[in-house]
T-cell receptor
């Protein structure tokens, strides 16, 4: 089955810094989403982005489907950005979301 | 609008006991799914459903049963609990399967401990 790898596994930033999180996948996909899991365990969808670029405030994401990776950019990080960021993919013809193991982000005040 | 509701939030079981985790959504979503989250392993798909009466296995289905008799409800049954099933369980739903702009909406999670 498809493999989904995220890097880095852990990241510590000072408030105000920028960061880039990466998601690599091993097969073509027709669905890719980024999620944030806050310190209380709640999972929130950030982007649906099987290809192209999207922006939402300080967050943006880019997926290069032909090269099988997606990037999540966080600018001017805030302590509320702390938590774990997951990407999830679905390969064509299936209904199975496969998640990466996540990037754990800690933003220090 | 409640979204996806999971019950119970916490449960402690003894090895061999059975239980059902409940999941209900009020968004008329066709797609529903169950995941387990273990430390360092992300979320793994247990079972999913693309509509009432239709279910299928995910990555880690052993030890779990599901059914989908209505659009709203998708319960997860543990037939004979084992310590390896200690985990946090999440239910999620989306509007039109897995294609298109059908983002997953998650419930708050259920923390299960099997002694």
């Amino acid at each position: 089955g498809i493999q989904v790898e995220q890097s880095p596994p852990d990241l510590i930033l000072q408030e105000g810094a920028n960061s880039t999180l990466r998601c690599n996948f091993s097969d073509s996909v027709n669905n890719l989403q980024w999620f944030h899991q806050n310190p209380w365990g709640q999972l929130i969808n950030l982007f649906y982005i099987p290809s192209g670029t999207k922006q939402n405030g300080r967050l943006s994401a880019t997926t290069v489907a032909t090269e099988r990776y997606s990037l999540l950019y966080i600018s001017s990080s805030q302590t509320t950005d702390s938590g774990v960021y997951f990407c999830a993919v679905v390969t064509s013809g299936t209904y199975k979301y496969i998640f990466g193991t996540g990037t754990r982000l800690k933003v220090l005040a | 609008n409640a979204g996806v509701t999971q019950t119970p939030k916490f449960q402690v079981l003894k090895t061999g006991q059975s239980m059902t985790l409940q999941c209900a959504q009020d968004m008329n979503h066709e797609y529903m799914s169950w995941y387990r989250q273990d430390p360092g392993m992300g979320l793994r798909l247990i079972h999913y459903s693309v509509g009432a009466g239709i279910t299928d296995q995910g990555e880690v289905p052993n030890g779990y049963n599901v059914s989908r008799s209505t659009t709203e409800d998708f319960p997860l049954r543990l037939l004979s609990a084992a310590p390896s099933q200690t985990s946090v369980y999440f239910c999620a739903s989306s509007g039109g399967g897995t294609s298109g702009a059908n983002v997953l909406t998650f419930g708050a999670g259920s923390r299960l401990t099997v002694l």
